[in-house]
């Protein structure tokens, strides 16, 4: 019951950084901005998920399965963020600067 408790309340943490990422997504000022924004929250954001989830699961190996999923994740988005960042500068796109 008490895990359960700390689960949802663990996941409820995580919508704020959820929302943040898709709001600095909408509102940052160039392209690696909003990757960095989006990559950082939403790798926090499902960390608590997946902590939360951790602590309801039945055993132990499901609780390794979901930090390997997460891990995997967070090395994923990473990558992906470096690649599309270096695509980006190697086509020219500069990086805002303040006016």
Same mark, same amino acid.
């Given at each position: 019951?008490?895990?359960?408790?700390?689960?949802?309340?663990?996941?409820?943490? !995580?919508?704020?950084?959820? %929302? #943040?990422?898709? $709001?600095?997504?909408?509102?940052?000022?160039?392209?690696?901005?909003? *990757?960095? /924004?989006?990559?950082? !929250?939403?790798?926090?954001? %499902? #960390?608590?998920? $997946?902590?939360?989830?951790?602590?309801?699961?039945?055993?132990?190996? *499901?609780? /390794?399965?979901?930090?390997?999923?997460?891990?995997?994740?967070?090395?994923?988005?990473?990558?992906?963020?470096?690649?599309?960042?270096?695509?980006?500068?190697?086509?020219?796109?500069?990086?805002?600067?303040?006016?």
């Amino acid at each position: 019951m008490i895990s359960e408790w700390i689960g949802v309340g663990l996941t409820a943490v !995580a919508i704020p950084f959820f %929302l #943040g990422g898709s $709001v600095g997504l909408l509102r940052f000022p160039d392209f690696y901005t909003r *990757v960095h /924004a989006l990559t950082k !929250a939403d790798n926090l954001g %499902l #960390g608590f998920v $997946v902590i939360g989830r951790m602590v309801q699961a039945d055993s132990g190996v *499901v609780a /390794a399965k979901l930090l390997l999923i997460w891990f995997l994740i967070l090395f994923s988005s990473a990558t992906a963020a470096y690649l599309m960042a270096q695509s980006e500068l190697m086509k020219g796109v500069p990086p805002w600067t303040r006016p």
